[in-house]
C-alpha cells in the first residue's frame, strides 16, 4: 500500500463505530450499484454536513469492529472502476460521481477499493436519483427534513446583485442603456407605457427593480452602467467573451463585451454567423429556410448565463463560437440540479442565485423567471428539426450549454414530429442515442419498451420499427448485421477455396460486415470469438501453435 493511503485507510479501521461519513462493506466478488449510488449521496450529505474533506466507500473490509481485511474483486478488470465512476454521475444531481477511487493491496495481498466521495456542494444537497440520502449511524435513509435544511441553509447567503454601490451615482448608468430598458419595460408592461415616458429616471431605476430607494445595485450597474465605472463592480467582471474557432478548435478570433450588458447582447449576436440552412419538411416538397439558429434560443440561454452567473468568482460568461455549434458557459452550479427536473416539474424553481438581478431582468422584459425557458427552447428546437441543447453539469462549479446548428437527419427528425406519443424526455433520449451519448438506465428501459432502439449500450442505434417510419432500413439492415452462423459459413467457405487463413486475412474478410453499431475493437473481439467458437465445436483449428504464423483451416483437412 501507499504510505498516505494507507495510513488513511487504518485510522477509519480503527474507529470504533462507523461514522456516519464512512461505511465498509464486504463486497467479495459484487455489489448492487443501485446500493452503491444511495451511498454515494448519503456519505456526501453526510460529509457535507459533519465538515469532512471527504466521505469514504470502503470496500474489502467487514463492518464490524474490530474490522478485518478480507478482500474484494469488485471490478477488479480495468476500466470497470472508471466506467462506474461515470455511472453514477450520470444519476447524481449536478454529474457529482467519485474524487477518486484507490486499490490497495495488504501485506497479505487481499485487495482493498476506497472510493473517496466529495461532500455536497454547499447548499445543495446531493440527489441519487431525485432522493436525498443520509444516515443515522449506520443506517442508510431519506435525508432528514431538518438535515435538508441544514444544507439548504449554507447557501442563503447575501444576495450580490442587491448590494448597494455606495460611491456610485446615476451618473454611473449609460443614458442609451437607460433608454433601451424603458423601452423593454414598456414592451412588458405595455399599459403602464404613457406613464413610463413620464417617470424620470430616478424613478423609472426604482420601479422596474434597478435601484434600491434611490441607490444604485450592483444589478443596475451590471446591466446599465457605463463601461468607465466597470470598476465599481471588483472583485467581479462583467464582461461577455465572444470567441471565434475553426474546425480544428484553432481560435481565429474574439472579443471582449463589457458595460452596459443590456446593451452588449445585441454587439454579441452581430459577431455570430447565423447562416442559413435549407431541407424539406414532411409537409411540403418546397425547401424550408431556417437560420441556423434560433434567436430566441440564443438569448435566453445568453440571459440565462447573465442572470446565474457567480459573479464573486470573478470570471466572464463566454460564447464559443465553432463551424456547427455555439458553447454558452457560466459560472456557478446548476441549482435544480438537472434539466429533466426542470422539464418534468410544474413548478418553478424555488431559489435563483441573483433573485434581485433576475427580478430585474424579468422586468426588463429579458427572461422568465416561471422556469418555462428551458421547456420552450427544447420545444423550438424540436420543431424547427433541430438538435437539442445540449447541458454539461459536469464541470464542477460551470454550466455549458451547446447549441447545435446543422440539421440531424430530416427523415429521423420528422418521426419525431410525427410521433405524438414521445414525451420531451423520450424526445431527450432519442436525441442523446442520435448523437452517440450515454443514457441512463430510466432512459434505456423507456426506449426499449416502446421499441425506439436496439444495440447494446453503449452502442444503441434506431430500431426496425422506427427504421420502417423514417425510411432509413439500409442503415438499420447495416447497424443489426447479421447472426453468428453467417460469418461462420463465410469462414468455412474461404478456407475450403484457400486451405487456410492467418488471423489478419479474416479480420480483412469480416470486419467491414460486422455490425456498425460497434466500435473497431469490439468488432476484432467479435471475430475472436467467433473463431474460438467454431474451434470448439470442430469445424476448425489452429495450425502452427499460437505463433504470428498461426493459420487457421479447417478440421477435416487434417
Not at 500500500?1 to 456516519?20: A, F, G, K, P, W
Not at 438537472?338 to 410544474?346: A, G, N, Q, R
Amino acid at each position: 500500500m501507499t504510505e498516505d493511503l494507507s495510513t488513511v485507510l487504518q485510522t477509519l479501521i480503527e474507529l470504533r463505530t462507523e461514522t456516519e461519513w464512512v461505511e465498509f462493506k464486504e463486497a467479495e466478488i459484487n455489489f448492487d450499484f443501485e446500493q452503491i449510488g444511495r451511498y454515494v449521496s448519503a456519505l456526501s450529505n453526510e460529509a457535507n454536513l459533519n465538515e469532512k474533506p471527504e466521505g469514504w466507500l470502503i470496500f474489502g473490509i467487514t463492518d464490524k469492529y474490530p474490522r478485518k481485511i478480507v478482500g474484494s474483486k469488485f471490478y477488479e478488470t480495468p476500466p470497470g472502476l472508471e466506467k462506474l465512476k461515470q455511472k453514477i454521475s450520470l444519476q447524481t444531481n449536478h454529474g457529482l460521481t467519485f474524487a477518486s477511487i484507490h486499490e490497495l493491496r495488504s501485506s497479505e495481498g487481499k485487495r482493498v477499493v476506497m472510493f473517496r466521495i466529495p461532500p455536497a456542494t454547499r447548499g445543495i444537497p446531493t440527489e441519487w436519483k431525485g432522493v436525498m440520502y443520509g444516515r443515522v449511524h449506520d443506517s442508510t435513509g431519506p435525508l432528514s427534513a431538518h438535515k435538508i435544511q441544514r444544507i439548504r441553509d449554507q447557501g442563503a447567503t447575501l444576495d450580490w446583485s442587491a448590494q448597494i454601490c455606495e460611491k456610485a451615482t446615476i451618473n454611473d448608468l449609460d443614458p442609451a442603456a437607460i433608454t433601451f430598458a424603458r423601452q423593454e419595460y414598456k414592451k412588458k408592461n405595455p399599459r403602464l407605457a404613457a406613464d413610463v415616458d413620464a417617470w424620470t429616471d430616478a424613478e423609472f431605476l426604482n420601479r422596474a427593480g434597478l435601484c434600491s430607494d434611490g441607490k444604485i445595485t450592483t444589478a443596475a450597474l451590471l446591466l446599465l452602467g457605463l463601461q468607465t465605472s466597470a470598476h465599481r463592480l471588483s472583485p467581479a467582471i462583467g464582461q461577455i467573451t465572444w470567441v471565434l474557432k475553426d474546425a480544428k478548435g484553432v481560435e481565429r478570433d474574439y472579443a471582449h463585451f463589457g458595460l452596459p450588458i443590456i446593451l452588449a447582447i445585441d454587439n454579441i449576436f452581430e459577431k455570430i454567423r447565423n447562416l442559413t440552412v435549407r431541407h424539406i419538411s414532411d409537409e411540403t416538397l418546397f425547401p424550408l429556410e431556417l437560420t441556423q439558429y434560433d434567436p430566441w434560443v440564443m438569448r435566453e440561454i445568453l440571459h440565462n448565463c447573465i442572470a446565474h452567473q457567480d459573479y464573486p468568482q470573478g470570471a466572464r460568461i463566454s460564447v464559443v463560437e465553432n463551424e456547427e455549434s455555439l458553447l454558452f458557459t457560466n459560472r456557478g452550479e446548476f441549482i435544480p440540479g438537472s434539466v429533466d427536473s426542470l422539464i418534468t416539474s410544474d413548478a418553478p424553481p424555488d431559489r435563483y442565485r441573483n433573485p434581485f438581478l433576475a427580478q430585474a431582468m424579468v422586468n426588463l422584459n429579458m427572461i422568465d423567471t416561471v422556469g418555462s425557458g428551458i421547456k420552450r427552447m427544447f420545444r423550438l428546437q424540436r420543431e424547427r428539426n433541430f438538435p437539442l441543447p445540449d447541458y454539461d453539469l459536469t464541470q464542477s462549479g460551470k454550466v455549458a450549454v451547446r447549441v447545435t446548428g446543422k440539421i440531424i437527419d430530416p427523415r429521423y427528425t420528422r418521426m419525431l414530429i410525427r410521433r405524438k406519443d414521445l414525451d420531451m424526455l423520450d424526445v431527450i433520449a432519442l436525441d442523446k442515442v442520435q448523437k452517440g451519448y450515454t443514457i441512463t438506465d430510466e432512459e434505456h428501459h423507456s426506449l426499449r419498451s416502446k421499441k425506439l432502439v436496439e444495440g447494446r449500450r453503449p452502442h444503441l442505434f434506431v430500431s426496425e420499427r422506427v427504421a420502417a417510419e423514417t425510411d432509413t432500413r439500409a442503415e438499420y439492415i447495416r447497424k443489426r448485421s447479421f447472426d453468428k452462423q453467417h460469418f461462420k459459413d463465410m469462414i468455412v467457405s474461404y478456407l475450403e477455396k484457400y486451405d487456410e487463413a492467418d488471423r489478419q486475412e479474416i479480420d480483412k474478410l469480416l470486419m467491414d460486415k460486422v455490425s456498425d453499431a460497434l466500435d473497431e475493437d469490439q468488432k476484432r473481439s467479435f471475430i475472436r470469438n467467433l473463431l474460438q467458437h467454431m474451434r470448439r465445436e470442430g469445424t476448425i483449428i489452429i495450425k502452427g501453435g499460437r505463433t504470428r504464423n498461426a493459420k487457421w483451416i479447417l478440421a477435416k483437412q487434417t
